[in-house]
């Protein structure tokens, strides 16, 4: 059964840092587009950034400059890390890996509805003060 179970979260003040990690069993991460996305209470989910099988990557602009995603394919893990960390940054953070068929006709995006999710984390939760 495929797991994807992330951790890192936790409480920072703004301009703090946090790295999160996603380590997954019975999944390669390289085999896939993997990605970061979060959702903040009583808004919808979307993405923060996504690493594609060849190890390129993509950013929205609202983390672009201040998050970094990267994989350690002999752990098998997925990172993200934070700097600069706002307040808006709080939210639940997902990891997830995408379906092949969607990243055959849209490429490894980290926009949701073209990013189509084969595996989701339970999430793991980022609070930052001001």
């Known amino acids: 059964q495929v797991q994807l179970v992330e951790s890192g979260g936790g409480s920072v003040q703004a301009g703090g840092s946090l790295r999160l990690s996603c380590a997954a069993s019975?999944?390669?991460?390289?085999?896939?587009?993997m990605g970061w996305f979060r959702q903040a209470p009583g808004k919808q989910r979307e993405g923060s950034a996504v690493?594609?099988?060849?190890?390129?990557?993509r950013y929205t602009d609202s983390v672009k400059g201040r998050f970094t995603i990267s994989q350690d394919n002999a752990k098998n893990t997925l990172y993200l890390q934070m700097n600069s960390l706002k307040p808006g940054d709080t939210a639940m953070y997902y990891c997830?890996?995408?379906?092949?068929?969607?990243?055959?006709?849209?490429?490894?995006?980290?926009?949701?509805?073209?990013?189509?999710?084969?595996?989701w984390g339970q999430g793991t939760q980022v609070t930052v003060s001001s």
């Open positions: 997830a890996a995408d379906q092949e068929t969607a990243r055959l006709r849209w490429g490894c995006t980290p926009v949701l509805g073209l990013f189509v999710p084969a595996y």
């Open positions: 019975e999944y390669t991460v390289v085999s896939s587009c």
């Open positions: 690493i594609n099988t060849d190890g390129s990557t």
